[in-house]
């Protein structure tokens, strides 16, 4: 068996209406659609895999980076030899970056790769890496950005009545985060991802006004969000700490993880390698009694391999992180669902589930 094409599938879907986004702080603003970026690995034997990159603006020069320089080294190449493949791959584009783009475009291939292999051995991915501890797994709500406390009031609201057991905001004003705090009740974890906003001194002073409202995690309070020293200071001031979406490859968590930055560490599966780097981030993390948030801002094969991961070897603490948006399609259509604050694993070949053609058709980017 030998990797015979790898095609890039770019989505634009649009928002329910009257659901746009507010204020985006992960593109424009007044954001109308979010865009995805799938990736089909196909072998000589026909069997396909399915990976995802994370997306939105960032979409399509990481596509640039797939087509032109990882599919090339990988085409002709065994797909069940992951490990090797990937770091030979790394070796050979490194002097093009160690992160952004081409990172990207890795993890969403190794993704692939993995349901691929699960495909051909006829079982699920997290059979592959052991076996599953668990079945399902706890999800928290990823709020898109309002701007606004009575918008925020109801969008928790909705998420804490659908059974989730914490609300994540991507607000950075204590009104909105007040508001959060008093709608949620003191029962519901709340975290608040401000995109890397502040310097460490900004974060130390603020991270001291959001103390009373009893936060889960403060995350990426600090640009850039490689200064780990940064981090280490603002959860020097009383909130714990969340952080590791823009780290990438091994070495660079092992430094987060040194540096005593973070209560929670957040690989990305579709930034920082994929399902192969996500597992080794667990293993590096349990060393640094550090608990794993998956960072899964995505709804594709991402968080499929993220959940396939976190099936062997998550902690009690682990939860998934479940993007609350009112699309007008999702990649799955129905067949991935959110019940009573858990989602459960697939249990079919690969990753489980393939995406829905239909979807791939209406809303493919030509």
């Known amino acids: 068996m030998i990797i015979s094409d790898i095609t ?7 928002f329910a209406p009257g659901t746009e986004s507010a204020e985006a702080v992960w593109g424009p603003k007044g954001l109308k659609a979010v865009d995805s970026l799938l990736v089909r690995v196909t072998t000589d034997e026909g069997t396909v895999g ?3 990159s994370f997306g939105f603006t960032g979409a399509p020069i990481t596509r640039e980076a797939i087509d032109g320089a990882i599919a090339p080294a990988c085409l002709g190449r065994d797909p069940l030899r992951i490990v090797p493949l990937m770091h030979e791959v790394q070796r050979k584009l490194h002097v093009f970056g160690r992160s952004g783009p081409l990172m990207h475009g890795l993890s969403a291939v190794d993704i692939a790769l ?8 006829d ?11 668990h079945a399902d797994l706890p999800c928290y709500a990823s709020l898109d950005a309002y701007a606004d406390p009575d918008l ?13 057991v914490g609300v994540k905001l991507h607000e950075k004003e204590f009104r909105e985060i007040s508001a959060a705090r008093d709608e949620a009740g003191p029962d519901v974890a709340l975290m608040v991802d401000v995109n890397c906003a502040w310097t460490p001194h900004q974060a130390s002073a603020i991270a001291g006004t959001l103390r009373p409202l009893a936060l889960t995690w ?3 309070p600090v640009w850039p969000p490689e200064n780990f020293a940064g981090l280490a200071q603002v959860r020097g001031a009383g909130v714990p700490v969340a952080a590791g979406e823009n780290v990438s490859t091994l070495l660079g968590f092992q430094r987060l993880l040194d540096s005593s930055a973070v209560d929670f560490v957040q690989p990305s599966p579709a930034k ?7 597992c080794k981030v667990f293993t590096v993390a349990a060393l640094h009694n550090t608990p794993v948030m998956p960072h899964t801002f995505y709804d ?22 479940w993007r609350y948006f009112d699309l007008e399609a999702q990649i799955y259509g129905g067949a991935l669902t959110v019940r009573d604050g858990r989602v459960r694993v697939p249990q079919g070949p690969g990753l489980g589930l393939d995406p829905d053609p239909d979807v791939i058709s209406t809303y493919r980017i030509r």
């Open 300 to 321: 594709g094969p991402g968080l499929l391999g993220a959940l396939h991961a976190a099936a062997v070897l998550a902690t009690g603490e682990t939860m998934i992180e």
């Open 152 to 164: 925020v009031r109801a969008a928790v609201r909705r998420a804490a009545d659908s059974g989730f």
């Open 114 to 121: 993995w349901d691929i292999a699960g495909k051909a051995a």
């Open 8 to 14: 890039t599938f770019p989505l634009r879907i649009p």
């Open 123 to 133: 079982a699920p991915v997290h059979q592959l890496l052991g076996g599953g501890r």
């Open 50 to 52: 399915w990976g995802e």
């Open 272 to 278: 920082a390698g994929g399902v192969t780097e996500l």
């Open 218 to 220: 403060l995350e990426e």
